[in-house]
């Protein structure tokens, strides 16, 4: 898998996975003066509070974006774990999770797994298998 794209701010670094991204658009709603498409470079960390840029960050499903403060906790897992099969097929996961592929093992605290096996990234769902009908 590729390496995210880190985008550095002040108080708050902010990377960002593509092949993992199913554009649920969580970050655009959340916080447009921070992510925006039409901008370049498309994230801006120093846009808003770092807190809430975790926040918003936090709030993506795939685990596509991701957060680091340079004094803080690292993200913490939602506690209990949760799985969820959303209506296009994915397996949501959010918690403390220990994801092992054929390459490498990866703690996460949010994925989006594929539900149907037609996924190019394994285990990771890219919406190139049956759900990317929906």
Not at 74 to 81: H, I, S
């Amino acid at each position: 898998m590729s390496q995210p794209k880190e985008y550095e701010g002040r108080r708050v670094t902010v990377s960002f996975q593509p092949v993992r991204c199913l554009h649920a658009a969580e970050c655009l709603r959340g916080l447009p003066q921070v992510f925006d498409l039409d901008e370049r470079p498309w994230v801006r960390p120093d846009g808003a509070a770092a807190e809430r840029v975790a926040e918003v960050v936090r709030r993506c499903p795939s685990g596509a974006l991701q957060y680091r403060l340079p004094d803080g906790p690292a993200e913490t897992p939602d506690r209990p774990t949760t799985v969820t099969r959303t209506a296009t097929g994915q397996l949501v996961m959010r918690g403390d999770l220990d994801i092992r592929t054929a390459y490498d093992g990866r703690r996460e605290t949010r994925v989006a797994l594929c539900g149907c096996g037609a996924s190019g990234h394994q285990p990771y769902c890219d919406h190139s298998g049956p759900c990317a009908a929906h």
